[in-house]
C-alpha cells in the first residue's frame, strides 16, 4: 500500500499527463490546490477523464459523476479517497 | 418578398415503425421504441438500452428496394426509406424529385459499417464483401448515394451540427427556397447506432440505463436511438399551383449558438432563447399563439436545465403545453430535428399533443410541468421545435397549421 | 440567375506550405517525397490560449489558428457567425476512438476523442472561442462541402448585408490511415516528388490537408482582397458538356473566356479523376494556367486553398512561378481569376473571384 505522500506525488503526475497540463501546472501545485474552477481551471470533461483514471488506475468506479465531484476536491482529498476505498 | 414556406410530403423511420401511419399510431397509442438492442453487435446490450429499428439491414435492403453487397450503409438505407416515403407522399412525380434540392444530415454516415470492418479495412492483405464499404466512412456519403438513387443532381448538401442537425437543413432548405435558389426541396437526417456514438454518449456519463425521463427532477441521462425523417418543403404559391396537399407551413426558424462548452448548454439558456426568439419574430406570431412546444428534452441533466430556463424566461408565467417526445422514439441525434418537425406537424393534422413519459417530480429550477398524458381535441395552431447541440449550435422552427 | 459580388476581407490558410506567414507567397515550397502531406504549423501558442490549447487536437489547433489571422484586428462577436465544412472531420481523432472502443472491447473508454471527432466540433471552438451568438453551421458535404457552407454564409450575408460572416474549412491527412483510406485506390502508393506531381504516370494522387477561413462580406472594406461571386457545383460532371457548364457559369457572371486572367485549376495528377478539369484547361489554353495540388495535395475542402491562391494573386498582382503551368504571361493587372475545381470526378466547381 502506498503513502498518501507517495499517492500525491503520483497522482499529480499522472494528472499532468492525462489533461496534457505541462505548460500550465501552477508552481505550487500540491495537495490543497483545487482541481477545479480558480484552481487549475478544469472542466466537466477533465472530471470524466479523471473518473476513467481512477478505474484504470486504482480499480474504483463511480457509478455517478457527482459524487466523483465531490472526491476531486485536491489532491489531498483524491489521495484520501483512494485509500479509503482500494482494496 | 418573403413568401411562405409550406411542408407538402414526409417520410419517416424509426424504432416507432417504418412509416409516417404507423409512427402516428404508435405515438397515440403510447407505445414506444425502448427496448433492448438486438440488432447492433455491442458489448454493452445487456446493460445499455436503446431505441432501434428492429429491422435487420437485410431487412432494410428489402424495404428499400436496394441490392445486397452495394454498399448501402444502414444510415443509406434509413434515410432511404424515409426520403421515397417523403417524395411518395408529397406526391411529385420523377422528373419533379429530380429537379429537387436535397440536404440531409448525419453526425455518424457510414461510421457503424466503419467500426465494424476497421482493422479488416487498416489491413491491406484482407478482402472480401467489407470492401463495399471501403469509401463510405465519410458523413456525406449517404447524402449522395440517396441523391443518386432518387436522381437528384440539382443541389446536394450534408449537415453536421450534432444533434441540432437536421433543423439545420429544414431552415437551410426554407432560405434556398426563399432565395428561388431551388423550387422543392426534401430536407431532413438519417442516424444508424453504432458503437461509436454509445461509447461516446457512454463516456460523458450521460445515458440513462432505464427509460429516459425528460425534465424530471431525477433524470439520468438521455436514450439513443436510430432512424430517419425528410420533409419536402415548397413555396406555397409552387405548392398550391400543382394542387399539392399542404401538410403545414414553416413559418419560422431561428439558429444561434450559445457560445459556452463544446459539450455543455450554458445554465441561462442563452442560446436556447435566442434561437426560439428568432423563430418567434420571423413567424410574426405573438407568444399566445404559440400552442405547444415540442422541446429538445434529452433528458439529460444539463439540457433540461438550460432548455427549461430558457422557455421559462421566454413565456414568463403563460406557458404553451410542452413536451419531448424523446422517451417515444429515443434520441435520434441528427436525425432528431427533423423527426420531431415531422411529429409536430402530426400534432397540427390530428390536434393531439403527445406526452411527455416519464415524468413524475417537478425540477427545482422549474416552474413548470410538461404534459404527462395524451392531450386530443386541443386546438394546436403553432408548435415550436427546439434542437440543440454540441458546439453549443441551437436550433428552433416554428411549424403552423396551413 | 445574376450572380451577387460578395467580398474577401480576410483569410487565414495553415496548409502543407509556410501560408499561415502573411508575408509568404509560394516563394519556397516544400518538395515531399511521401504521399502523405502534412501541414507545416506555427507555434500554436501565439494564436491559441494555453488552457484551450491542451485540450485541442492537432486539426483543431490548425483550425483555430486559421481562424485567429482571419479574424485579426475585427471584433468577431459583431458577426453574423460561422459557416464551416469538412469532408472527414478529424479523421486522426475519429480513427483513435474507434481503435480505443474496438482495442478496449468497449471499456472505460474516455470521451476526448469522441468531443474532438464530432464533425461540427471546429464551428462550436471558434464560436466559443470568439463569443459568436450568431448564427452556426457545418456542413460535411463530401468534395463539396467547403461549397455547401460558402453558399450558405452568402445566403445569410444576403439576409444580412451589412454583417461580416466567418466561413472556413478543415481536414486532415493522417498516416496510420493512408491504408484505410486507399482502399479505393484514390492515392498513389508510390514514394515520389510531389512537385512532380503532374509529370508522374501512375494513378491517384496525393492525401493532403488544409485549415482555412474567409471573413466574408457584401460590401468592399479597408481591407478587401478581392470580390467573390457565388460558387457554381456541377454533379456527376461525367453526364454533361463541362465546357457548355463553364459558358453558362460565365455568363451568369458577365464574362467570358477571354477576360479571364488566370485559371486556377484543380488537377490532381489522376488521370481518370482529371477528365472534366483537363477538358476546362484546354478550353482556358490561352489563359495563365496555375495549379495547386502539388502544393498541398488533394482533399476534400481543397477548394479552400484554391480560393485562397486566387485571392492572394488578385492581392498581390504577381503569379509565383511553383504554381505556373503554361507559358501564357499572366496580365497585368491581373484583374478576373476563375477557379476550376474537382473532386474525384465526382463534381466541378467554378468560383470566379475579380478585383
Known amino acids: 500500500?502506498?503513502?498518501?505522500?507517495?499517492?500525491?506525488?503520483?497522482?499529480?503526475?499522472?494528472?499532468?499527463?492525462?489533461?496534457?497540463?505541462?505548460?500550465?501546472?501552477?508552481?505550487?501545485?500540491?495537495?490543497?490546490?483545487?482541481?477545479?474552477?480558480?484552481?487549475?481551471?478544469?472542466?466537466?470533461?477533465?472530471?470524466?477523464?479523471l473518473v476513467v483514471l481512477f478505474e484504470k488506475n486504482y480499480g474504483i468506479k463511480f457509478q455517478d459523476p457527482k459524487d466523483a465531484r465531490k472526491v476531486f476536491v485536491n489532491l489531498n482529498t483524491m489521495a484520501d479517497y483512494i485509500l479509503e476505498h482500494q482494496k | 418578398m418573403s413568401e411562405k414556406i409550406v411542408v407538402t410530403g414526409m417520410g419517416m423511420i424509426s424504432s416507432l415503425g417504418v412509416n409516417v401511419p404507423e409512427s402516428y399510431s404508435a405515438l397515440v397509442s403510447g407505445k414506444t421504441g425502448f427496448g433492448k438492442i438486438e440488432i447492433l453487435e455491442t458489448a454493452h446490450r445487456e446493460s445499455i438500452p436503446a431505441f432501434e429499428v428492429k429491422w435487420t439491414d437485410a431487412q432494410l435492403r428489402e424495404w428499400a428496394g436496394v441490392e445486397d453487397g452495394t454498399g448501402y450503409t444502414r444510415t443509406s438505407l434509413l434515410a432511404l426509406i424515409a426520403a421515397k416515403?417523403?417524395?411518395?407522399?408529397?406526391?411529385?412525380?420523377q422528373v419533379e424529385t429530380a429537379q429537387s434540392g436535397f440536404i440531409s444530415a448525419t453526425t455518424t454516415g457510414g461510421i457503424r459499417e466503419l467500426e465494424k470492418y476497421f482493422f479488416e479495412m487498416k489491413d491491406p492483405n484482407k478482402s472480401g464483401t467489407f470492401l463495399q464499404f471501403a469509401d463510405t466512412g465519410n458523413p456525406g456519403e449517404h447524402t449522395e448515394r440517396v441523391a443518386d438513387a432518387l436522381g437528384l443532381t440539382k443541389y446536394i448538401a450534408t449537415v453536421s451540427t450534432a444533434c441540432s442537425s437536421s433543423a439545420n437543413c429544414i431552415m437551410l432548405g426554407a432560405q434556398l427556397l426563399k432565395a428561388r435558389k431551388l423550387d422543392r426541396v426534401i430536407?431532413?437526417?438519417?442516424?444508424?447506432?453504432?458503437?461509436?456514438?454509445?461509447?461516446?454518449?457512454?463516456?460523458?456519463?450521460?445515458?440513462?440505463?432505464?427509460?429516459?425521463?425528460p425534465f424530471d427532477a431525477n433524470r439520468k441521462g438521455l436514450n439513443l436511438g436510430e432512424g430517419a425523417a425528410y420533409l419536402v418543403l415548397e413555396r406555397e404559391l409552387t405548392a398550391m399551383a400543382r394542387g399539392a396537399k399542404i401538410l403545414a407551413t414553416l413559418t419560422g426558424y431561428g439558429n444561434a449558438n450559445d457560445a459556452f462548452h463544446q459539450t455543455a448548454s450554458s445554465p441561462d439558456g442563452a442560446g436556447a432563447l435566442r434561437s426560439m426568439q428568432l423563430a418567434i419574430v420571423m413567424s410574426g406570431l405573438a407568444l399566445d399563439d404559440i400552442d405547444y412546444i415540442n422541446a429538445h428534452g434529452t433528458a439529460t441533466e444539463n439540457n433540461d436545465l438550460s432548455e427549461g430556463i430558457a422557455i421559462q424566461k421566454l413565456f414568463s408565467g403563460k406557458l404553451p403545453m410542452v413536451s419531448s417526445t424523446k422517451p417515444f422514439t429515443g434520441h435520434t441525434l441528427a436525425a432528431a430535428g427533423s423527426m420531431e418537425a415531422a411529429i409536430s406537424i402530426l400534432t397540427l393534422q390530428h390536434q393531439v399533443v403527445f406526452p411527455n413519459l416519464n415524468f413524475t417530480s417537478l425540477m427545482p429550477e422549474l416552474n413548470f410541468s410538461p404534459e404527462v398524458s395524451l392531450r386530443q381535441n386541443r386546438s394546436v395552431k403553432n408548435v415550436l421545435s427546439n434542437s440543440f447541440g454540441f458546439g453549443g449550435n441551437t436550433s428552433t422552427l416554428m411549424l403552423s397549421a396551413h | 440567375m445574376e450572380s451577387k459580388s460578395f467580398y474577401i476581407n480576410g483569410i487565414g490558410l495553415v496548409s502543407p506550405q509556410q501560408t499561415f506567414d502573411e508575408h509568404y507567397f509560394l516563394e519556397d515550397v516544400v518538395d515531399y517525397q511521401h504521399t502523405v502531406l502534412s501541414c507545416i504549423t506555427p507555434d500554436f501558442k501565439q494564436y491559441i490560449k494555453p488552457i484551450q490549447l491542451r485540450r485541442l487536437s492537432r486539426i483543431q489547433r490548425m483550425g483555430l489558428t486559421a481562424a485567429a489571422i482571419a479574424v485579426k484586428g475585427t471584433q468577431p462577436d459583431l458577426m453574423l457567425g460561422v459557416v464551416t465544412a469538412t469532408g472527414e472531420g478529424s479523421s486522426a481523432g475519429k480513427g483513435a476512438f474507434i481503435s480505443e472502443v474496438l482495442l478496449q472491447e468497449e471499456k472505460q473508454i474516455t470521451p476526448t476523442g469522441f468531443v474532438q471527432s464530432s464533425y461540427n466540433n471546429l464551428a462550436g471552438l471558434v464560436a466559443m472561442t470568439y463569443r459568436m451568438m450568431g448564427y452556426n453551421n457545418n456542413f460535411v458535404s463530401g468534395g463539396v462541402a467547403f461549397e455547401t457552407a460558402l453558399q450558405d454564409a452568402m445566403l445569410q450575408l444576403i439576409g444580412s448585408p451589412s454583417q461580416e460572416i466567418l466561413v472556413g474549412s478543415y481536414d486532415e491527412s493522417h498516416l496510420p490511415h493512408l491504408e484505410l483510406d486507399n482502399r479505393t485506390g484514390h492515392y498513389k502508393r508510390e514514394e515520389g516528388s510531389s512537385l512532380l506531381l503532374f509529370s508522374r504516370l501512375t494513378s491517384g494522387t496525393l492525401w493532403g490537408e488544409g485549415a482555412c477561413f474567409f471573413r466574408l462580406s457584401m460590401q468592399a472594406t479597408e481591407t478587401t482582397w478581392c470580390s467573390l461571386g457565388e460558387p457554381l457545383v456541377v454533379y456527376r460532371p461525367e453526364t454533361l458538356d463541362i465546357v457548355d457548364e463553364l459558358n453558362s457559369f460565365l455568363v451568369d457572371n458577365e464574362t467570358d473566356i477571354s477576360s479571364i486572367d488566370v485559371l486556377v485549376s484543380g488537377a490532381s495528377g489522376d488521370a481518370n479523376a482529371d477528365k472534366q478539369i483537363l477538358q476546362i484547361e484546354h478550353a482556358l489554353a490561352s489563359v495563365t494556367l496555375c495549379r495547386f495540388k502539388h502544393l498541398c495535395g488533394e482533399y476534400f475542402t481543397s477548394t479552400s486553398f484554391a480560393v485562397w491562391l486566387a485571392a492572394s494573386l488578385l492581392k498581390r498582382n504577381k503569379v509565383p512561378a511553383s504554381t505556373c503551368f503554361n507559358s501564357v504571361r499572366p496580365a497585368h493587372p491581373i484583374k478576373k481569376v476563375l477557379v476550376a475545381n474537382h473532386y474525384r470526378g465526382r463534381s466541378v466547381t467554378f468560383i470566379l473571384l475579380k478585383i
Open chain 2, 187 to 213: 430536407v431532413g437526417g438519417a442516424e444508424a447506432l453504432s458503437c461509436f456514438t454509445i461509447n461516446g454518449f457512454l463516456a460523458l456519463m450521460i445515458l440513462d440505463k432505464g427509460h429516459c425521463r
Open chain 1, 1 to 49: 500500500m502506498k503513502s498518501k505522500e507517495e499517492l500525491v506525488h503520483e497522482l499529480k503526475g499522472l494528472i499532468i499527463e492525462k489533461l496534457n497540463l505541462q505548460d500550465l501546472v501552477p508552481a505550487n501545485f500540491d495537495g490543497e490546490v483545487p482541481i477545479f474552477g480558480e484552481g487549475l481551471g478544469l472542466d466537466s470533461i477533465d472530471a470524466i477523464e
Open chain 2, 85 to 93: 416515403e417523403a417524395v411518395q407522399s408529397a406526391n411529385i412525380s
